[in-house]
């Protein structure tokens, strides 16, 4: 059996294709950087560079068809967004291998999160106040009647790309026509949230046909940024509530697939506010595995169009580390100014905490993978220390729509069966 697998420079990405060498695929890996580490597995069996995904989608989707074309795969796997640039190509790759996908506009639909609102409401889920303002002139207006914390966030994004928090109302403005200016966002003016106090739950579901068949739930311990982002360290956690909105909003998109959400959980409350949706695979998948929780094998079953069974409830108090992220966490808080010694010290002393954890990367049976992504890390410790320092690794795996439709009609004579 043979695999493909698209923009995996991500642990979850790894988490992937070790799982399906260990099934008996062969993987081929497509990603648009030499820094994408997971591509160094033992796992994989062939490495294609494409051009990138954020820059050049045309290009990117034309090699990934061109390789569907020159050989026999049983399963093409994207990993983050790429899913939704291929989603829109669907009917063609189905020409050559299976693609689990829902409609490319189900999925841009699912992802923005001016759309949220509305879903979530029909879906009955619990969501922060959002103001989505039609001009600039209407967003200072906005922001000069508010008077608590905000979060400004792009329509659509991804691990927190372009997010910024305002604890202070008097720099709401000055942080909204800043974020707007730096990412060229007048056309598509960011939305204005209510800021929830509390700690991130994240969640993974496979479903099919709008019935959840496996998922992971989990609290983040730590997350990059540490205002809120990415979780470095996670654990598994009993959440009826996010069950229970999982369930209402997957069963309204009728989803088929991988699908992942975000919630605040309130604190003083306990109350989910529903923050984020992805509509792909997400690092949670790596923590299901160790509690017990299979995903990626039933994914494979359901890509040979067999019927899966529910799986196994995860086993709660697991937990996980990506340890780059980890330790970038650290530093980040030793070099923030706002910090006291003190709390710097607390910081270090929850860091260095042995306990009972995975690793998500680090393997002795796959050592390459982690001498790559170190090696990174340390051709460029300054810039992945900056306030932009995550871009770097998203920089090439993001989906710009945009940037996509703008030069979809001259891409449609040469993207063809």
């Known amino acids: 059996m043979k695999a493909l697998v698209t923009l995996a420079p991500t642990p979850t990405g790894l988490f992937i294709i070790r799982r399906l060498h260990q099934l008996g695929y062969e993987v081929t890996v497509i990603d648009s950087h030499s820094r994408c580490f997971a591509s160094y597995s033992n796992g994989v069996s ?119 928090i305002v604890l202070d109302p008097k720099n709401s403005a000055l942080e909204y026509g800043q974020l707007v200016k730096k990412y060229d966002l007048e056309d598509q003016l960011p939305i204005i949230q209510q800021y929830i106090k ?87 998948a790596i923590l299901g595995h160790f509690a017990g929780v299979d995903l990626i094998t039933a994914f494979t079953e359901l890509a040979k169009g067999k019927e899966i069974e529910t799986l196994p409830r995860q086993k709660d108090g697991v937990r996980c580390k990506l340890n780059f992220l980890d330790l970038g966490w650290l530093l980040y808080n030793l070099i923030d100014n706002e910090l006291t010694a003190k709390d710097k010290f607390a910081c270090f002393k929850a860091w260095s905490k042995r306990e009972k954890t995975h690793k998500d990367i680090l393997s002795v049976h796959d050592l390459l993978p982690g001498f790559v992504l170190w090696g990174f890390l340390l051709r460029n410790i300054g810039k992945l220390l900056g306030s932009d320092g995550g871009e770097i690794f998203l920089e090439h795996s993001l989906f710009d729509e945009e940037t996509f439709h703008k030069n979809l009609p001259e891409s449609a004579a040469t993207t063809t069966l």
């Open 198 to 284: 509390g700690t991130l739950v994240s969640t993974v579901n496979l479903a099919v046909a709008g019935e959840v068949k496996g998922k992971v739930v989990f609290r983040a311990l730590r997350t990059v940024p540490t205002s809120g982002g990415t979780s470095s360290y996670r654990e598994t956690i009993n959440s009826p509530e996010a069950e229970l909105f999982d369930a209402r909003l997957i069963r309204h998109f009728n989803w088929t697939g991988f699908i992942s959400f975000d919630y605040m959980e309130e604190e003083g409350t306990g109350k989910l506010y529903l923050i984020d949706c992805n509509p792909r695979i997400a690092p949670g």
């Open 46 to 164: 062939k490495r294609v560079v494409a051009p990138s995904l954020y820059y050049d989608p045309h290009g990117f989707a034309r090699t990934v068809i061109e390789e569907l074309k020159q050989d026999q795969y049983d399963l093409y796997f994207p990993v983050l967004e790429c899913g939704f640039l291929m989603s829109y190509y669907k009917d063609i790759i189905q020409q050559y291998t299976t693609m689990v996908t829902m409609p490319y506009s189900d999925i841009t639909f699912a992802h923005n999160k001016h759309a949220m609102r509305t879903y979530a409401e029909q879906a009955n889920v619990r969501t922060p106040l959002t103001q989505t303002p039609d001009s600039l002139k209407e967003a200072f207006r906005l922001l000069d009647t508010l008077n608590s914390p905000i979060v400004i966030k792009p329509r659509v994004g991804c691990n927190a790309h372009g997010q910024k």
